[in-house]
């Protein structure tokens, strides 16, 4: 009876997911395309620097959101109530203590931590100002990332995207009210960002009143067994998020020392359009998720497999399409975050763009296929692809390749990296197939 509508079901969960994750990566890109007008090149450097925070943040939130909804998804497939609220409920402990984790250093150290991350004193103060406020916002980004899990796992994708794209206009709105007309500064942008997933949970209360809702805050103790779950089956997405993160941090060094901060404001462009096409690439993950979990649970290898392949081709076709347009708009795109009319910070951005985004289809699948084994509760492997992504392989292969062909070399890291991943995931995929079928 499935089968017919597997591919119909799909579309829905994957359009409104990637409408959805776009939405939410157009929190940092609002602030990049105003703050590049409103305070140019150093304000731009500024924003780069601080934003693998908002990485770790996100990061944290997708973990624990997506560790906790696919185990409830495959709970409620097999209609174990009990279990699917304490699975809730946990993951909202979860989201507290991560919260109050990233709140103290912004209470007591953002410079400090703006100096660790390499912001030189031309920066130094409007970094520790977006820093400060992004940690302290920690609490609403997390909370929103957790429960866009659950209630898009709920059946309920529409009210999701409908929450994430309602806070990222709002975000737009206000990013442009708060620089412009109020002259607010750096602290404008994060103000308005930090807003955003607040109106985003607003946005959701309508599914507390419906009275099919699958999941409910219960009176419960904190349960290791749930924690262990929620963290394994989401670390792949955390790592997802900090890898973005990590590459910027490791990028930043590497481009401060062979182009100064013109160089890491270009890079900075870059970071943020990565930020978008990721945003794309995990929506079309997480759209699969529920319906990969759902089939898993009922024991349906033949439609999980079918949701896993409907995944990649989209993920390669809105790639060829992507990468297309980058390439012949690489100078539109930098001449709209360039603000000053700089001519070497185009020069840098546009040459990046080109080279930078021959990674996408490896993104894509490499997202795609850890998700997959995370629904499936395989979280080895998945950790194994997201590991080498974002830890492993990415910073000895930019330190190498910078060395060799300094900026080209950087913008050659990341497609070298995704494209090794991508056929060890793909020798992984085929080893646990045999696996399976020799059960």
């Known amino acids: 009876m499935e089968q017919p509508s597997c591919i119909r079901e799909f579309s829905r969960y994957t359009v409104l997911s990637v409408l959805g994750t776009l939405g939410v990566s157009c929190y940092i890109l609002a602030d990049t395309f ?8 150093s304000g731009l450097a500024a924003l780069n620097i601080a934003i693998p925070v908002y990485n770790f943040i996100h990061g944290t939130g997708l973990m624990i959101g997506m560790g906790g909804a696919t185990k ?29 984790a990233f709140m103290l250093p912004g209470f007591f150290c ?43 796992n709920d059946a309920n994708p529409q009210l999701a995207m409908c929450a994430m794209l309602i806070g990222s206009f709002f975000n737009v709105i206000m990013d442009y009210i708060f620089i412009f007309p109020l002259h607010m500064g750096i602290f404008g942008a994060i103000f308005a960002t930090g807003i955003s997933p607040v109106i985003s949970i607003l946005m959701m209360t309508p599914h507390w009143w ?63 359009i990565s930020a978008v096409v990721t945003a794309i690439h995990t929506g079309i993950a997480q759209g699969a998720q529920p319906l990969v979990s759902r089939f898993y649970g ?40 360039n603000g000053e009319c700089n001519a070497t910070l185009q020069t840098i951005a546009v040459t990046g763009l080109k080279l930078y985004f021959i990674a996408t289809p490896f993104v894509g699948y490499n997202i795609i296929l850890a998700t997959f084994f995370t629904s499936i509760e395989r979280a080895f492997p998945a950790h194994i692809l997201s590991v080498l992504r974002g830890l492993i392989l990415i910073i000895p292969t930019a330190f190498i390749l910078s060395s ?8 050659f890291t990341y497609p070298v990296t995704e494209i090794l991943v991508a056929l060890l995931g793909f020798v992984i995929y085929k080893n646990e197939r045999r696996k399976e079928k020799n059960v």
């Not at 105003?34 to 140019?40: A, I, P, R």
């Not at 060799?404 to 913008?411: A, E, N, P, Q, Y």
């Open 404 to 411: 060799l062909w300094k900026m080209i070399g950087v913008w």
């Open 72 to 100: 409830f998804s495959v709970c409620k497939s097999q209609e174990n109530q009990v279990l699917v609220d304490k699975i809730y409920t946990n993951t909202i402990y979860l989201a507290v203590l991560f919260s109050i």
């Open 298 to 337: 009922k024991g349906n290898k033949e439609l999980l497999q079918a949701v896993l392949r409907y995944a990649i081709f989209a993920a390669f076709v809105v790639s060829g399409i992507l990468y297309i347009f980058i390439f012949v708009f690489a100078q539109p795109i930098t001449e709209v975050f």
């Open 210 to 272: 419906k009275n099919k809702k699958s999941f409910h805050f219960v009176r419960t103790k904190i349960s290791a067994k749930i924690i262990q779950w929620n963290l394994s089956l989401g670390v792949p997405s955390l790592i997802t998020q900090i890898s973005s993160g990590i590459v910027m941090i490791t990028f930043n060094a590497i481009i401060l020392n062979l182009e100064g901060t013109i160089g890491v404001a270009a890079y900075g462009i870059i970071a943020n």
């Open 110 to 152: 953002p410079r400090q931590l703006a100096v660790v991350l390499g912001a030189d004193m031309t920066i130094l103060e409007m970094t520790t100002i977006y820093l400060r406020w992004l940690l302290l916002f920690s609490p609403a980004f997390i909370l929103n990332d957790v429960l866009l899990c659950f209630v898009r």
């Open 34 to 41: 105003f703050v590049s007008k409103g305070l140019g090149t």
